[in-house]
């Protein structure tokens, strides 16, 4: 167990991830009991800090009157009923605990409402569509559905709410504009394996959408924020705008940008959120286990930001390299130092194919290279196989990787 728990505060405890899953689940009972027997000084915030987890547990983020009013009228039955029976300054301690305690409550609430709903919106629900014929297709804000046809598709967004596809097709957005509350409802961009797609906003940002992405943006941007959804890998050149920042929702995380150049990859399946800087700067915020506080690492240019998504935890490293994660816009797969497992899964989202690895398969290696995706997938293959050393079979749309 870390010493620096004896340093934490209350709060900093009971919004701890390890702390939480011990009060909640006994993750790692017996370290905890050796260390507070070790150091009984920590027992008395132990005390109070699972005092916070277990009411929070129980707690919705949002406290209305009847239930502010009936947490003080019991601080005011504790009071009352202890009065007789302890000492003046037991009682001011006793409601001194109470009393932070719903402040920390109340804090914990309004943080929610406040950053929540300032800096990330609301949770988008994406479409649930049936795509029988596995096609890019566009899901305007009425739950209207456009086929994308071409592969590589173009869509533009016009300031006068013009929507043209591939030079082709017009959709005229604001006949559809619908609004639910002060909010304009999202179009969605579904982009299935095997197939990419650009975006030109509507504020001059530029997005390239990866395979196997969906993204939901709006027909224009109102309020004090730019704000759109993506679930796969997106690289983004936003148009500056000081008085609206630009805001990327990716699952557990959200990337807060002016102007800049940006590679996020948000796969659902994959165990970590990456977002790879190359311009300007972007600031990275995560909402601590609890949503008591916001975790925020700002970005400088060459520097990638990983999710672990498991353990809620953000780690920085420098990547000399940052644009060999873009690549993939321009038809090409680079990588250095990378693991065959994860350039398998790209070549399975690009191609629109199922790799089966044995069990016993080495997948761990590193390698270095560059694929071109242009190429056909056996062609990728035979390159592939030239670096790693391995035997593979095509059946269909299925490739059987054997044992180096």
């Not at 899953?21 to 905890?32: F, H, S, Y």
């Not at 043209?164 to 639910?180: A, G, P, Q, T």
Request: charged share 25%.
């Amino acid at each position: 167990m870390e010493l620096r728990y004896l340093k934490y505060s209350i709060e900093e405890l009971a919004d701890d991830k390890r702390f939480f899953a011990w009060i909640l689940n006994g993750e790692k009972d017996q370290e905890w009991k050796i260390f507070i027997e070790k150091n009984p000084e920590f027992r008395i915030k132990v005390k109070r800090a699972r005092e916070i987890v277990l009411s929070l547990r129980d707690t919705s983020n949002i406290l209305d009157e009847r239930e502010v009013l009936k947490m003080w009228q019991n601080i005011e039955r504790f009071d009352h009923s202890h009065k007789r029976k302890t000492q003046t300054l037991k009682i001011r301690r006793s409601l001194y605990w109470a009393a932070s305690f719903f402040l920390i409550l109340c804090i914990g609430a309004l943080s929610y409402v406040y950053f929540g709903a300032r800096d990330s919106g609301y949770q988008f629900t994406y479409s649930d569509i049936i795509n029988h014929n596995n096609e890019a297709r566009l899901v305007l804000s009425n739950g209207e559905q456009i086929a994308l046809k071409t592969n590589n598709s173009k869509i533009l967004l016009k300031n006068d709410n013009k929507l043209v596809i591939n030079n082709d097709s017009v959709i005229d957005l604001s006949k559809l504009e619908v609004r639910s509350g002060k909010r304009v409802q999202m179009n969605e961009l579904v982009i299935p394996f095997g197939e990419k797609s650009v975006l030109y906003l509507s504020d001059g940002t530029k997005v390239w959408l990866n395979a196997g992405t969906r993204f939901a943006f709006p027909s224009r941007f109102t309020g004090e924020n730019r704000e759109v959804f993506l679930q796969g890998e997106a690289y983004f050149e936003v148009a500056k705008n000081k008085k609206q920042p630009f805001i990327v929702s990716a699952g557990q995380i959200n990337i807060k940008v002016l102007g800049t150049h940006f590679n996020v990859s948000a796969y659902a399946n994959d165990a970590s959120i990456e977002t790879i800087l190359l311009e300007g700067s972007v600031a990275v915020r995560r909402q601590t286990s609890l949503g008591l506080r916001w975790n925020e690492v700002v970005l400088k240019p060459y520097q990638k930001a990983s999710f672990d998504m498991q353990n809620n935890e953000v780690k920085v490293s420098y990547e000399p390299g940052a644009d060999q994660y873009i690549t993939w816009t321009e038809g090409w797969l680079q990588f250095s130092q990378e693991s065959l497992q994860v350039v398998f899964a790209k070549l399975e989202r690009y191609y629109n194919v199922d790799i089966k690895i044995p069990g016993n398969f080495n997948y761990t290696q590193l390698i270095s290279g560059k694929l071109d995706l242009k190429k056909s997938l056996g062609e990728v293959m035979n390159a592939l196989d030239d670096v790693a050393k391995f035997e593979y079979r095509m059946n269909g749309d299925t490739i059987y990787i054997e044992q180096n």
